[in-house]
């Protein structure tokens, strides 16, 4: 049974950063597509950030330059460095392994201008 679960979210200013984790039971991140998505109050769920197996990472224009994501093989966690954040950046947000239909349970951030 696979098992996704994030943390690092909070409150920050606008300008702030934030790490996001997400530790995984179940299955490895390094043997599939995973990645970051994020739900704002009324709006769909859109992607944020994806590395695949061998690393290729690819991000949402709206993030590009300003998140990074990444993941420790070891510790099988997978990780979104965020910086100079947004009150856009505002939502929920997921790990995921999309190929598998593993989701977490999502964890928020929110960005006070």
């Known amino acids: 049974q696979v098992q996704l679960v994030e943390s690092g979210g909070g409150l920050v200013q606008a300008g702030g950063s934030l790490r996001l984790s997400c530790a995984a039971s179940g299955m490895f991140f390094r043997h599939y597509i995973t990645g970051w998505y994020r739900q704002a109050p009324g709006q769909e769920r859109a992607l944020v950030a994806t590395?695949?197996?061998?690393?290729?990472?690819n991000y949402a224009a709206s993030v590009e330059g300003r998140f990074t994501i990444s993941r420790d093989n070891l510790a099988n966690t997978l990780y979104l460095q965020m910086n100079n954040l947004k009150s856009e950046d505002t939502a929920m947000y997921f790990c995921?392994?999309?190929?598998?239909?593993?989701w977490g349970q999502g964890t928020q951030v929110t960005v006070s201008s």
């Open positions: 590395i695949s197996s061998g690393g290729r990472t």
């Open positions: 995921a392994a999309p190929g598998l239909g593993a």
